[in-house]
Each structure stands twice: as C-alpha cells, then as structure tokens.
C-alpha cells in the first residue's frame, strides 16, 4: 500500500501520478488534498509520513509546488527518509543507497512524463544493502 499525498501545488500532478497507480493496479492511500485551494502542505506531509512511519503503508509519495517544503516536512518524523527527486537517477539511486521511504516532486518543477519516471523508479528499485549505506542510514538515525 501506498501513502500519497500532496497541497494545492501538487494537486494537478498527483491526478497523473494517481492515473499511473490506477493503470498499474498499485494500491494506494490517498490522503488529500483534494483540490487546487490553498491549503498547508506540512498538514499532508504529516498525514503521509506517520502513514509510512507506522508501516500501515509500505512507501510515500508528497508533491508540493517544488517538493521541496513537503519533504523538509515529512523528514521531521522519526523513521522518514524523504528524498526530493527531479529525475528517475535520483529516484534509483535513493532507493539504492538511502532506502528513502518517500519520494517528494514539485508539481510545479517537472511535468507529468518525469514524474511518473520517477515514481516507477522509486517504487521497482529495492534497497542495495550494503554494509557502508546501512552504516550511514544509522547515523543518520543516531
Ligand atoms: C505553496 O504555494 C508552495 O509554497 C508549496 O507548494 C511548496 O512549493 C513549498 O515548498
């Protein structure tokens, strides 16, 4: 199961990104917003991470104008690991070495094409596992 989530700057993005789970048959929580009226993005980012935090979703997803407030938002909880990405590299290689936890996008940064790249990276990437990535994970969390 998925958490997804967004504001008002990503409300049009996360129609595409939800088209795009919809087509895939992936699962997913959606916890609003629900249109294009200004609201706080650190109520959703919240939402979404105790969501994934909790483990009643497997991962995250936040869109906010640039992604970058959600995801300074969603790193305030314990246990999330938000990676703000603008291409699918980004999205891979903070699977690979991070094990991010939710993936943030600016609504207002990419267009649709990039950020359904991005999500399928981040959800068909697994975790490397290797000994120095878990090593900085745990600092991370000290
Ligand atoms: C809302 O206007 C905008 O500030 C928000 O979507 C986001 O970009 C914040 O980082």
């Known amino acids: 199961m998925i958490a997804i989530g967004c504001d008002h ?5 996360k129609k595409e990104i939800l088209k795009y789970l919809d087509e895939k048959g992936i699962e997913y929580k959606d916890f ?3 249109s294009l009226e200004s609201v706080d993005y650190p109520v959703y980012a919240k939402k979404v991470a105790l969501a994934v935090a909790s483990k009643e979703c497997e991962k995250g ?9 959600i995801s300074i938002a969603a790193n305030k909880v314990k ?15 903070t699977r ?18 990039v950020a359904v790249d991005i999500v399928d990276a981040f959800l068909n990437t697994e975790f490397s596992g ?3 990535h878990i090593d900085r994970i745990n600092m991370i969390e000290d």
């Not at 700057?9 to 993005?13: A, K, R, T, V």
């Open 9 to 13: 700057g990503g409300y049009e993005l």
């Open 32 to 34: 609003g917003c629900d």
């Open 61 to 69: 997803i936040l869109i906010c104008g640039t992604g970058i407030g």
């Open 79 to 93: 246990g999330i690991r938000a990676a703000l990405c603008t291409d699918s590299y980004m999205a891979r290689l």
């Open 96 to 113: 690979e070495h991070n094990d991010a936890n939710i993936v943030a996008m600016g609504g207002r940064v990419i267009g649709a094409g």
């Open 130 to 132: 290797e000994k120095r």
